[in-house]
T-cell receptor
Framework: LAKTTQPISMDSYEGQEVNITCSHNNIATNDYITWYQQFPSQGPRFIIQGYKTKVTNEVASLFIPADRKSSTLSLPRVSLSDTAVYYCLVGDMNSGYSTLTFGKGTMLLVSP | DTAVSQTPKYLVTQMGNDKSIKCEQNLGHDTMYWYKQDSKKFLKIMFSYNNKELIINETVPNRFSPKSPDKAHLNLHINSLELGDSAVYFC???????????????FGQGTRLTVV
């Protein structure tokens, strides 16, 4: 299973762009990269998923270099409500989430 | 409408008791999961289940048993509760897809279990 490494915590201010990088050096050919967000006392919530290059949705962008050994979640113009833990997952989506592991995540604190 | 709902939200019980946590999803998904999030916030998968196969995480004690009466429900039964079972338990569901498809898991709001 591909192991992921993320910063334990990050600090930002409202209105700034936040980039959270995840390392996954042993990513396999069939693996996808998925990011989740978790607020206190809530279950994780899907943010974005990608395989290569760049993916963008209404919430975030995901940048994946050609070697796919890392990925960067980009949150544009964060607000206080973006304070949460962000998890990077890597795995073969053919198996659903059965084999996916949530790492320690990155605690993002957004201040006024 | 709540996509994945679990009950109860809080559960306080004594050591040695047997308890169940219920989970229901109204998304029509074919796969459901139970996760455990401990005090250090590590989120670990315990079981995944669809109408074809039950996948058990080998590190889960056999005091924990999932029960699925139908495709929309996956309940978690715990026998002989121990102090170390105190954690937040999350139910989730997803629709397994092939390559090229977004596979999103939807999580319930969690059940905080406290064993005293």
């Amino acid at each position: 299973l591909a192991k992921t490494t993320q910063p334990i915590s990050m600090d930002s201010y409202e209105g700034q762009e936040v980039n959270i990088t995840c390392s996954h050096n042993n990513i396999a050919t069939n693996d996808y990269i998925t990011w989740y967000q978790q607020f206190p006392s809530q279950g994780p919530r899907f943010i974005i998923q990608g395989y290569k290059t760049k993916v963008t949705n209404e919430v975030a962008s995901l940048f994946i270099p050609a070697d796919r050994k890392s990925s960067t979640l980009s949150l544009p113009r964060v607000s206080l409500s973006d304070t949460a833990v962000y998890y990077c997952l890597v795995g073969d989506m053919n198996s659903g989430y059965s084999t996916l592991t949530f790492g320690k995540g990155t605690m993002l604190l957004v201040s006024p | 409408d709540t996509a994945v709902s679990q009950t109860p939200k809080y559960l306080v019980t004594q050591m040695g008791n047997d308890k169940s946590i219920k989970c229901e999803q109204n998304l029509g998904h074919d796969t459901m999961y139970w996760y455990k999030q401990d005090s250090k916030k590590f989120l670990k998968i315990m079981f995944s289940y669809n109408n074809k196969e039950l996948i058990i995480n080998e590190t889960v004690p056999n005091r924990f048993s999932p029960k699925s009466p139908d495709k929309a429900h996956l309940n978690l039964h715990i026998n002989s509760l121990e102090l170390g079972d105190s954690a937040v338990y999350f139910c989730a569901s997803s629709q397994e897809g092939g390559l090229g498809m977004n596979t999103e898991a939807f999580f319930g709001q969690g059940t905080r279990l406290t064993v005293v």
